[in-house]
């Protein structure tokens, strides 16, 4: 603790200036997208724009809400970041939705995040009482941003490949097939595919890129021990959180797209609304190129 003092008192102050030239290289970038014409201007102009204003609003909140360390207003911020997660994925992130999906994602995304930060904040990293902000708030932060994004790619590769396999899961349920017979590996592949960038990227933390998390305490002159153990207790606590919030969702949209006299409903499954930076057509080309692996 000492030394991250001493750090800090060491380390000049950023202000506004360094943002702003910092963001020349976000400047660059739209410039040349502009006369290449790859049209991501506007989703890049709007994202920094959030980046922005969304990283001052939680400074600013945050700074009060650690100097009072009130497990009322954790819980508080807790049930925000999990709200606006399971809102981000329903009505931003997925390509495709169906009826009452925002609650089921809600409670996948709610339990798993809560379970897996409690257990992991209170046992893995030994905090007492596990509520305390300072500890609990960054780890929630992680593991739903995460787990925001293996759900929602789970729940698209799922439901695209309803329609995308369609003849090939009714002729299973004209045999017999139980949905869960029939959807098994569409299930299975869409798990995989969800989890997918989580283990690659654990596989490669420590070899190819030093995690952001195990940086900023190397920064602030945390032992680099102590900030390695930290970032392994911190991927174990996201790869359950996502695991768990994918099979879930999965079993839902297995539930949805199939009904209980085992018929294939896909008037159930909707359109949602696009990316326009591009989410729902590389999602729909990843399916296209997993039809074969599937029908096997």
């Not at 893995?124 to 780890?139: D, Q, R, S």
């Not at 606590?237 to 949209?253: H, N, P, T």
Request: proline share 3%; glycine share 6%.
């Amino acid at each position: 603790m000492d030394a991250s003092i001493m750090f800090l008192g060491q380390q000049e102050e950023l202000t506004w200036t360094n943002v702003g030239i910092s963001s020349l290289f976000l400047i660059a970038l739209v410039f040349l997208s502009f006369f290449l014409k790859l049209q991501i201007e506007r989703p890049l102009i709007i994202s920094s724009i959030r980046c922005v204003l969304q990283l001052t609003l939680m400074g600013y909140i945050l700074k009060d809400v650690f100097s009072k360390d009130d497990p009322l207003i954790t819980s508080l911020i807790v049930a925000v970041l999990i709200l606006l997660s399971s809102f981000e994925i329903v009505y931003q992130k997925s390509v495709l939705t169906y009826k009452g999906m925002f609650l089921s994602v809600l409670v996948s995304v709610g339990v798993s995040t809560i379970a897996i930060s409690i257990a992991g904040t209170r046992i893995g990293l030994n905090e007492t009482p596990f509520w305390k902000p300072t500890k609990f708030i960054p780890t929630v932060g992680m593991i739903v941003s995460n787990c925001m994004s293996a759900t929602a790619l789970g729940i698209s590769s799922c439901l695209s490949h309803f329609r995308i396999h369609r003849e090939s899961i009714e002729t299973r349920l004209s045999y017999g097939a139980c949905r869960w017979e029939a959807a098994k590996p569409i299930a299975i592949e869409s798990v995989r595919t969800a989890m997918l960038p989580t283990i690659n990227g654990m596989s490669i933390l420590g070899l190819i890129s030093i995690p952001g998390m195990m940086t900023g305490q190397i920064m602030a002159g945390a032992p680099v021990g102590q900030a390695a153990m930290y970032q392994q207790i911190m991927m174990f606590m996201i790869s359950g959180c996502s695991a768990f919030s994918v099979l879930y969702c999965v079993a839902i949209c297995v539930r949805v797209a199939i009904d209980s006299d085992h018929r294939l409903r896909l008037d159930r499954i909707l359109d949602g609304n696009n990316n326009k930076m591009g989410y729902s057509s590389s999602s729909r080309l990843f399916c296209c190129f997993k039809r074969r692996k599937v029908e096997q």
